[in-house]
Protein backbone atom coordinates (compact mmCIF):
# COMPACT_ATOMS: atom_id res chain seq x y z
CA UNK A 1 0.00 0.00 0.00
CA UNK A 2 1.42 3.17 -0.78
CA UNK A 3 1.08 6.58 1.07
CA UNK A 4 -2.01 8.15 -1.30
CA UNK A 5 -3.94 4.71 -0.31
CA UNK A 6 -3.22 4.78 3.14
CA UNK A 7 -3.95 8.40 3.51
CA UNK A 8 -7.64 7.53 1.92
CA UNK A 9 -8.02 4.33 4.18
CA UNK A 10 -7.33 6.63 7.45
CA UNK A 11 -10.00 9.47 5.92
CA UNK A 12 -12.61 6.61 5.26
CA UNK A 13 -11.95 4.65 8.89
CA UNK A 14 -12.54 8.03 10.24
CA UNK A 15 -15.31 8.95 9.09
CA UNK A 16 -16.79 5.68 8.64
CA UNK A 17 -16.53 5.53 12.45
CA UNK A 18 -18.30 8.98 12.56
CA UNK A 19 -15.34 11.46 12.54
CA UNK A 20 -15.82 14.48 10.69
CA UNK A 21 -12.57 15.94 9.15
CA UNK A 22 -12.34 19.07 7.52
CA UNK A 23 -11.00 19.06 4.15
CA UNK A 24 -7.65 21.17 5.47
CA UNK A 25 -7.69 18.01 7.49
CA UNK A 26 -8.05 15.70 4.73
CA UNK A 27 -4.28 17.01 3.69
CA UNK A 28 -2.61 16.64 6.79
CA UNK A 29 -3.28 13.42 7.54
CA UNK A 30 0.23 11.99 8.41
CA UNK A 31 1.28 8.23 7.16
CA UNK A 32 4.25 7.12 9.68
CA UNK A 33 5.85 4.23 8.50
CA UNK A 34 9.50 5.02 10.46
CA UNK A 35 11.64 4.67 8.28
CA UNK A 36 10.71 0.68 8.10
CA UNK A 37 9.21 0.97 4.92
CA UNK A 38 7.09 -2.06 6.68
CA UNK A 39 3.82 -0.08 7.19
CA UNK A 40 1.54 -2.68 6.88
CA UNK A 41 3.03 -4.77 9.95
CA UNK A 42 4.66 -1.71 11.89
CA UNK A 43 3.30 1.81 11.41
CA UNK A 44 0.31 4.59 12.13
CA UNK A 45 -1.56 6.97 10.70
CA UNK A 46 -2.86 9.85 12.47
CA UNK A 47 -4.18 13.50 12.44
CA UNK A 48 -2.88 16.27 14.79
CA UNK A 49 -5.89 18.42 15.27
CA UNK A 50 -3.85 20.40 18.02
CA UNK A 51 -0.12 20.69 19.18
CA UNK A 52 0.51 23.78 21.18
CA UNK A 53 2.76 24.63 24.75
CA UNK A 54 -0.07 23.35 26.61
CA UNK A 55 -1.71 20.63 25.58
CA UNK A 56 -1.85 17.92 21.74
CA UNK A 57 -4.95 16.14 20.74
CA UNK A 58 -4.83 13.48 18.03
CA UNK A 59 -6.70 10.82 16.54
CA UNK A 60 -4.56 7.43 15.42
CA UNK A 61 -5.56 4.88 13.20
CA UNK A 62 -4.22 1.61 13.36
CA UNK A 63 -4.85 -0.87 9.91
CA UNK A 64 -5.73 -4.37 10.79
CA UNK A 65 -2.92 -5.96 12.69
CA UNK A 66 -0.71 -2.52 12.58
CA UNK A 67 1.58 -2.11 15.24
CA UNK A 68 3.31 1.39 16.52
CA UNK A 69 6.87 0.29 17.57
CA UNK A 70 7.83 0.77 21.09
CA UNK A 71 9.00 3.79 22.09
CA UNK A 72 9.48 6.51 24.83
CA UNK A 73 8.96 10.15 25.59
CA UNK A 74 11.72 11.38 27.26
CA UNK A 75 12.31 14.90 29.07
CA UNK A 76 13.14 17.55 27.03
CA UNK A 77 14.79 20.74 28.47
CA UNK A 78 11.74 21.46 32.04
CA UNK A 79 9.71 18.92 30.54
CA UNK A 80 9.31 15.41 31.95
CA UNK A 81 8.53 14.44 28.46
CA UNK A 82 4.98 13.43 26.54
CA UNK A 83 2.20 12.23 29.23
CA UNK A 84 -0.90 10.56 26.72
CA UNK A 85 -4.03 9.48 27.15
CA UNK A 86 -5.29 6.74 24.77
CA UNK A 87 -8.47 6.23 24.61
CA UNK A 88 -10.17 3.82 22.65
CA UNK A 89 -12.96 5.18 19.70
CA UNK A 90 -13.32 1.53 17.80
CA UNK A 91 -11.66 -1.48 17.24
CA UNK A 92 -9.89 -3.34 20.16
CA UNK A 93 -6.08 -2.25 21.11
CA UNK A 94 -3.18 -4.45 23.06
CA UNK A 95 -0.95 -1.61 24.66
CA UNK A 96 1.97 -2.79 26.65
CA UNK A 97 3.46 -0.79 29.02
CA UNK A 98 6.58 -1.13 32.10
CA UNK A 99 5.61 -3.45 34.09
CA UNK A 100 4.85 -7.11 35.02
CA UNK A 101 4.85 -9.11 32.24
CA UNK A 102 1.76 -11.11 30.88
CA UNK A 103 1.70 -14.30 29.91
CA UNK A 104 1.00 -14.86 27.22
CA UNK A 105 0.08 -11.79 25.26
CA UNK A 106 -2.38 -11.50 23.10
CA UNK A 107 -0.50 -9.15 20.16
CA UNK A 108 2.20 -10.52 17.18
CA UNK A 109 4.98 -9.30 17.37
CA UNK A 110 6.56 -8.10 13.94
CA UNK A 111 9.19 -11.02 13.62
CA UNK A 112 11.32 -8.31 11.86
CA UNK A 113 11.64 -6.39 14.48
CA UNK A 114 11.63 -8.96 17.47
CA UNK A 115 14.30 -8.34 19.17
CA UNK A 116 13.39 -4.33 20.16
CA UNK A 117 10.11 -5.21 21.55
CA UNK A 118 10.77 -5.76 25.31
CA UNK A 119 7.79 -4.30 27.67
CA UNK A 120 4.84 -6.94 27.80
CA UNK A 121 2.78 -5.51 30.72
CA UNK A 122 -1.02 -5.60 28.46
CA UNK A 123 -3.54 -3.19 28.54
CA UNK A 124 -6.74 -4.18 26.58
CA UNK A 125 -8.25 -0.84 24.99
CA UNK A 126 -11.95 -1.38 23.87
CA UNK A 127 -14.24 1.19 22.70
CA UNK A 128 -14.69 4.05 25.29
CA UNK A 129 -11.81 2.44 27.44
CA UNK A 130 -9.09 4.50 28.28
CA UNK A 131 -5.43 4.65 29.56
CA UNK A 132 -3.23 7.08 30.54
CA UNK A 133 0.96 6.51 29.94
CA UNK A 134 2.99 8.29 32.10
CA UNK A 135 6.13 10.20 30.42
CA UNK A 136 9.31 8.65 29.49
CA UNK A 137 7.73 4.83 30.18
CA UNK A 138 8.43 2.24 27.17
CA UNK A 139 5.34 1.33 25.34
CA UNK A 140 4.21 0.30 22.05
CA UNK A 141 0.74 -1.03 20.65
CA UNK A 142 -1.31 -2.73 17.87
CA UNK A 143 -5.04 -3.39 16.61
CA UNK A 144 -6.55 -6.41 16.05
CA UNK A 145 -7.87 -7.59 12.51
CA UNK A 146 -10.45 -5.51 12.68
CA UNK A 147 -8.10 -2.10 12.98
CA UNK A 148 -8.55 0.43 15.58
CA UNK A 149 -8.90 4.11 16.20
CA UNK A 150 -7.23 5.35 19.31
CA UNK A 151 -8.00 9.46 20.31
CA UNK A 152 -4.93 11.10 22.34
CA UNK A 153 -4.79 13.73 24.17
CA UNK A 154 -1.91 14.58 25.74
CA UNK A 155 0.82 17.05 26.54
CA UNK A 156 2.79 18.73 23.97
CA UNK A 157 3.93 16.30 21.21
CA UNK A 158 7.30 16.70 19.93
CA UNK A 159 7.75 13.52 17.91
CA UNK A 160 10.95 14.00 16.64
CA UNK A 161 12.43 13.48 20.33
CA UNK A 162 10.99 10.16 20.76
CA UNK A 163 13.04 7.45 21.85
CA UNK A 164 12.51 3.83 19.99
CA UNK A 165 13.97 0.74 21.27
CA UNK A 166 14.76 -0.13 16.96
CA UNK A 167 17.96 2.16 16.11
CA UNK A 168 16.85 1.80 12.71
CA UNK A 169 13.53 3.81 13.34
CA UNK A 170 13.62 7.46 11.69
CA UNK A 171 10.83 9.33 13.49
CA UNK A 172 10.32 12.34 11.29
CA UNK A 173 6.65 13.83 11.80
Known sequence: MDRKEAQYKTIETLTSAGLALTEEEKQRVEIADFGLNRLKQEGLQLITYENNVHYC?????LFPNQTCPEHKHP???RSEGKQETFR???GKVYLYVEGEQTEPIQATIPKESEAYYTVFHEIELNPGEQYTIPP???HWFQATDQGAIVSEFSTTSRDEYDIFTNPEINRIP
Open 75 to 77: PIG
Open 57 to 61: AKELV
Open 136 to 138: NTL
Open 88 to 90: CRA
